[in-house]
């Protein structure tokens, strides 16, 4: 795990209050709809931002040469695919294989790969999964519905300001004839994260 920038922390606590305050003042002047706000939010947590982590997930599986570039210098290799920026920089992905699982937390704040994976969902953020995830992994997975085996080794990784991370989902058995969109589309938010396997 990696050490957190605690100035960084304090600067994102800072314009979480401000987005806050706009969004107040905005809606009082009745020049914002708060629940159009959430449901755009929402779509570009759940939606939107996740596919661009799709497309490369389904790449990975279908492209080994993508695959082994990925995985060596995943921010040179999603940046082929036109997916870079702030909050991007200083990317790796983890594989998950038939041995080890990995899963993301930011135990500090809630430091998370945008270009890739959207917004954060709301879980991701709170403090309950940031230190129970450290602590035991295996029951807040079993929490997702994500159950291992128990000699499959689970590593949790710490994203912070100076790296972020993504997981590489296993590819289930059975999609060998699949095309990668078609690959893209069972890729979730939540396997790219690894509170689940798929």
């Given at each position: 795990m990696?050490?957190?920038?605690?100035?960084h922390h304090h600067e994102e606590k800072g314009m979480a209050l401000r987005v806050k305050a706009l969004e107040q003042i905005l809606s009082e002047k009745g020049l914002i709809d708060t629940d159009a706000v959430d449901a755009f939010v929402?779509?570009?947590?759940?939606k939107i931002g996740p596919k661009n982590g799709a497309s490369v997930v389904a790449r990975a599986w279908t492209d080994p040469d993508f695959k082994a570039r990925l995985l060596e210098n995943g921010t040179a290799a999603v940046a082929e695919m036109g997916f870079s920026g702030l909050q991007g920089e200083?990317?790796?992905?983890?594989?998950?294989?038939?041995?080890?699982?990995?899963?993301v937390v930011c135990t500090l704040c809630s430091c998370y790969p945008w270009p890739v994976l959207g917004l954060p969902p709301r879980w991701y953020k709170d403090a309950p999964y940031r230190s129970r995830v450290v602590k035991n992994p295996r029951e807040v997975l079993a929490e997702f519905g994500t159950v291992l085996p128990d000699d499959k080794k689970i590593k949790v990784w710490d994203s912070s300001a100076e790296i972020r991370y993504m997981v590489l989902p296993e590819r289930p058995d059975g999609t060998e004839s699949k095309s990668e969109a078609e690959l893209a589309d069972i890729v979730t938010r939540d396997s790219m994260i690894g509170v689940t396997q798929l």
């Open positions: 990696h050490d957190h920038d605690h100035d929402e779509l570009y947590e759940k200083n990317f790796v992905v983890l594989e998950n294989t038939a041995e080890v699982h990995n899963v």
